[in-house]
């Protein structure tokens, strides 16, 4: 429950929300049950870049005589450069977090890290380890950290090294010196420095912070690209709350327009200035073009409710239903 309670406090971008833990019969036997938060539309970083047999076309064991293939170059389809240093500043800022909180993640994996949309990284099923190997005996469950956030960090290194190899065979054993090849010929010494650090075995307790100088001014990419996609997002949000105003203004006049009859008055909706809100709504939705065809133009409409909503001076006729009298007004009597 210690360890619960400490991952529903892990509140990251790049991890997805432990809330609850709990047991269940629901399903016919004893289940124990972990809920996350939900976020539509993403699929694993093993299907969207690790689907592919092909790829794996390269680590594959060749028959006795057979000379191994060319290595494969960027444009025959490994990732861009930029794309995985935009993994690597999630994956390690999600790490950071996890470890500074005295926890490990103990599932950085292709199959258990979510992507959202075109780059936006979610590690998923955190703490589900901690809960499944935990041991009653032990005065300190938080004593095995250390170890975990080690392992954490050299599962960061095999993530990053399938990713340059485009491949999850260039992480097994007999292939690391073909896959440290492979990215020593397309990727930068920075890159394939990060890789060696994180998956060479030290003998002090390595951070995820050390790698922060190899990541360099790359962070500022992501810090900008971050801010501009917030950007886009603020506009996007803008229109859409213009467009609550204008229905909550929509809302007032269906309450009021037409109204069979209010205060024993079946009259009330057409006198007064409920009378002059009727022929507005006239106006905004039930014009005629010189033909006498119905004129729809949702500018018209838009223009028309932002001026009523401001209240401007700006005057506007509004012609009875039977076109005998004209009534001028401002938006702001209105």
Same mark, same amino acid.
């Given at each position: 429950?210690?360890?619960?309670? %400490? *991952?529903?406090?892990?509140?990251?971008?790049?991890? #997805?929300?432990?809330?609850?833990?709990? @047991?269940?019969?629901?399903?016919?036997?004893?289940?124990?049950?972990?809920?996350?938060?939900?976020?539509?539309?993403?699929?694993?970083?093993?299907?969207?870049?690790?689907?592919?047999?092909?790829?794996? !076309?390269?680590?594959?064991?060749?028959? &006795?005589?057979?000379?191994?293939?060319?290595?494969?170059?960027?444009?025959?389809?490994? $990732?861009?450069?930029?794309?995985? &240093?935009?993994?690597?500043?999630?994956?390690?800022?999600?790490?950071?977090?996890?470890?500074?909180?005295?926890? !490990?993640?103990? #599932?950085?994996?292709?199959? =258990?890290?979510?992507?959202?949309?075109?780059?936006?990284?979610?590690?998923?099923?955190?703490?589900?380890?901690?809960?499944?190997?935990?041991?009653?005996?032990?005065?300190?469950?938080?004593?095995?950290?250390?170890?975990?956030?080690?392992?954490?960090?050299?599962?960061?290194?095999?993530? #990053?090294?399938?990713?340059?190899?485009?491949?999850?065979?260039?992480?097994?054993?007999? +292939?690391?010196? =073909?896959?440290?090849?492979?990215?020593?010929?397309?990727?930068?010494?920075?890159?394939?420095?990060?890789?060696?650090? $994180?998956? @060479?075995?030290?003998?002090?307790?390595?951070?995820?912070?050390?790698? %922060?100088?190899?990541?360099?001014?790359?962070?500022? @990419?992501? $810090?900008? !690209?971050?801010? %501009?996609?917030?950007?886009?997002?603020?506009?996007? /949000? %803008?229109?859409?709350?213009?467009?609550?105003?204008?229905?909550?203004?929509?809302?007032?006049?269906?309450?009021? +327009?037409?109204?069979?009859?209010?205060?024993?008055?079946?009259? &009330?909706?057409?006198?007064?200035?409920?009378? /002059?809100?009727?022929?507005?709504?006239?106006?905004?939705?039930?014009?005629?073009?010189?033909?006498?065809?119905? *004129?729809?133009?949702?500018?018209?409409?838009?223009?028309?409710? +932002?001026?009523?909503?401001?209240?401007?001076?700006?005057?506007?006729?509004?012609?009875?239903?039977?076109?005998?009298?004209?009534?001028? #007004?401002?938006?702001?009597?209105?």
């Amino acid at each position: 429950p210690v360890l619960v309670d %400490m *991952w529903k406090k892990i509140q990251h971008s790049n991890t #997805v929300t432990l809330r609850e833990v709990f @047991t269940t019969k629901a399903f016919g036997e004893h289940s124990l049950v972990f809920a996350y938060d939900f976020h539509a539309g993403s699929e694993t970083m093993m299907s969207r870049h690790f689907n592919d047999p092909s790829a794996d !076309a390269y680590f594959t064991k060749r028959k &006795w005589g057979q000379h191994d293939g060319p290595l494969p170059r960027q444009h025959a389809g490994l $990732l861009p450069e930029s794309l995985i &240093w935009a993994y690597i500043v999630q994956l390690s800022s999600a790490l950071r977090t996890i470890h500074t909180a005295g926890l !490990a993640c103990r #599932v950085m994996d292709p199959t =258990k890290i979510l992507i959202t949309g075109k780059t936006r990284l979610r590690v998923n099923c955190v703490g589900i380890f901690d809960v499944l190997t935990f041991d009653n005996s032990q005065n300190n469950p938080l004593s095995m950290m250390p170890q975990y956030q080690q392992a954490d960090l050299i599962s960061l290194g095999k993530v #990053v090294l399938a990713l340059a190899c485009n491949s999850v065979a260039g992480i097994q054993r007999e +292939n690391l010196q =073909k896959a440290m090849e492979l990215v020593s010929l397309n990727y930068s010494s920075d890159l394939k420095n990060l890789i060696l650090y $994180l998956l @060479t075995d030290q003998n002090r307790l390595r951070s995820v912070n050390d790698i %922060m100088p190899m990541i360099g001014a790359r962070f500022y @990419t992501q $810090l900008d !690209a971050a801010q %501009m996609r917030n950007d886009v997002i603020e506009d996007d /949000l %803008m229109k859409e709350v213009q467009n609550g105003r204008l229905f909550r203004l929509l809302a007032k006049l269906g309450t009021i +327009n037409e109204r069979p009859e209010f205060q024993k008055d079946p009259t &009330w909706s057409e006198t007064g200035d409920r009378y /002059l809100l009727k022929l507005f709504r006239d106006h905004l939705f039930h014009q005629l073009t010189e033909a006498g065809t119905p *004129w729809i133009d949702l500018s018209h409409i838009v223009s028309c409710l +932002n001026k009523l909503d401001a209240g401007v001076p700006e005057k506007i006729s509004l012609v009875s239903r039977d076109e005998k009298s004209v009534l001028v #007004v401002t938006y702001g009597d209105l």
